[in-house]
C-alpha cells in the first residue's frame, strides 16, 4: 500500500505515480467476518494537547500496540500525534493522514474488516468529542477514496512521459474532489501535491523539445527556487546531480561547445559551482590523457621483443615515472584491467 512520508518523498522519483494507480489494487474486500466488538475505554480527560492519549496514565495501558498493530509493528510506535485546536475539534494535516496509513499499511497481516474495527477501537479509546466524530467521519471517507484509488483506469499515453504521469496525478486529483473538501485535501495531501507538481514540472522541462540546454537549467533552478526551504535542503544535491548529468550528456550527444556546457551549469548551479565544475572536468581531462599515455606506451613495451621479466620491469619503471602517488598507481590498475579485457575504460 502506498504510504507517502514527507521523510520518504525524497528518495521516490516519478514511479510514485505508477504506485497511485496500482498501489490499491489490493483493496479486494476479505471474506472473513469479523466477530469481534470493539470494547470502549473510558474517554481521557479534555485537553488540548495534539494528542488526547497519555501513555504515561496506567489506566490507559489496553491501548498500547499490541493491540493495534500488527506482528511487523510491534516494535514501532503507533503513529496517531493528531492535532485538536481548544475547542478540542481536529485540525486536519499530514499527522492526520499518517495516522490513517499506520493503520492501513497492516493490510496483509490483518483484513480491512479487521483494520477498520481496530482504528475505531484505538480512536473511541483516545479521543472525545467533537474531534471523534470529525476523526471516524474522515476515516471512513479516505478509506472509500483508498479503494477507489485502486480502480483508476491508467492513462493510454506512453508510460515513460510527463503527459502520462499528468494524467494520472489528474485522475486523483478529481477523485479526491468527491471524497474531501478544498480545506480536507490540503490538510491531508498539501506537502504530496506541492512534491508531485514539482515533479511532473521537471519531467515537462526536461521534455521540452524547445528549450536548449541553458534554457532547460534555467527553468529547473527557478522551479527549485519556489520549493520551501526544508524541502531544498533534501532534494537539492539529488536533483542537481540528477538534472547535470542528463542535461550534459544532451549537450555532448549534439558535441555542444565548451561554452553551451558552461551555460547551462552556470543558469542550473550558478558561478561557483560552475568553476568547481570546471576545475573537475581539467582534471578529468589531463587524467585521461596520463592514462592513454601510460598504456599506448604499455602496449609498446608489450609488444617489444625484451624477455617477459625485462617488459614487467619496463613497465613498473614507466608506471613509477608518470604516476608518482600510490593512490593513482592503485587507481591506475582498474583501467589496466578492463583494457585487457577489452571493454571501455571508465573516464566519466
Not at 529547473?220 to 532534494?235: G, R, V, Y
Not at 589531463?286 to 624477455?307: A, H, K, P
Request: overall charge negative; charged content about 25%.
Amino acid at each position: 500500500m502506498l504510504n507517502f512520508r514527507k521523510d520518504s518523498v525524497f528518495i521516490i522519483l516519478p514511479i510514485i505515480f505508477i504506485l497511485l494507480i496500482g498501489g490499491a489494487l489490493l483493496w479486494l474486500k476479505s471474506g472473513d467476518e469479523n466477530n469481534s466488538n470493539a470494547e470502549q475505554q473510558q474517554n481521557e480527560s479534555s485537553s488540548t494537547s495534539s494528542n488526547q492519549f497519555d501513555p504515561t496514565n496506567p489506566n490507559a495501558t489496553s491501548t498500547g500496540n499490541a493491540q493495534y498493530s500488527s506482528a511487523s509493528q510491534q516494535d514501532i510506535e503507533v503513529d496517531c500525534k493528531m492535532n485538536l485546536n481548544a475547542s478540542q475539534r481536529l485540525i486536519i494535516n499530514e499527522q492526520t493522514k499518517n495516522c490513517f496509513e499506520f493503520f492501513i499499511t497492516q493490510y496483509g497481516e490483518k483484513n480491512i474488516d479487521q483494520i477498520k474495527a481496530d482504528f475505531e477501537k484505538y480512536i473511541k479509546a483516545n479521543y472525545q468529542e467533537p474531534a471523534l466524530s470529525q476523526i471516524l467521519d474522515l476515516w471512513s471517507r479516505y478509506m472509500d477514496y483508498r479503494e477507489q484509488l485502486g480502480k483508476l483506469q491508467p492513462p493510454s499515453s506512453n508510460a515513460n512521459s510527463a503527459k502520462y504521469y499528468r494524467e494520472v496525478y489528474e485522475k486523483q486529483q478529481n477523485l479526491r474532489k468527491t471524497y474531501f473538501s478544498r480545506e480536507e485535501i490540503e490538510g491531508l495531501f498539501g506537502e504530496e501535491n506541492l512534491y508531485h507538481e514539482y515533479t511532473l514540472k521537471r519531467m515537462e522541462v526536461m521534455e521540452n523539445k524547445s528549450l536548449s540546454e541553458a534554457e532547460k537549467a534555467k527553468q529547473l533552478k527557478s522551479l527549485f527556487d519556489q520549493l520551501p526551504a526544508d524541502w531544498k535542503e533534501n532534494l537539492e544535491q539529488m536533483n542537481k546531480l540528477e538534472d547535470l548529468r542528463s542535461l550534459t550528456a544532451d549537450l555532448k550527444a549534439r558535441n555542444a561547445s565548451p561554452q553551451e556546457i558552461r551555460q547551462m551549469r552556470l543558469n542550473l548551479v550558478g558561478a561557483e559551482a560552475t568553476e568547481r565544475l570546471e576545475a573537475l572536468d581539467t582534471q578529468r581531462s589531463q587524467w585521461q590523457q596520463q592514462v592513454t599515455s601510460y598504456l599506448s606506451e604499455r602496449e609498446t613495451i608489450m609488444q617489444s621483443g625484451l624477455s617477459d621479466s625485462a617488459k614487467t620491469a619496463a613497465i613498473n619503471d614507466l608506471k613509477q615515472q608518470q604516476f608518482s602517488s600510490e593512490q593513482d598507481r592503485l587507481r591506475l590498475n582498474t583501467f589496466e584491467t578492463i583494457h585487457d579485457q577489452g571493454g571501455k575504460l571508465p573516464f566519466n
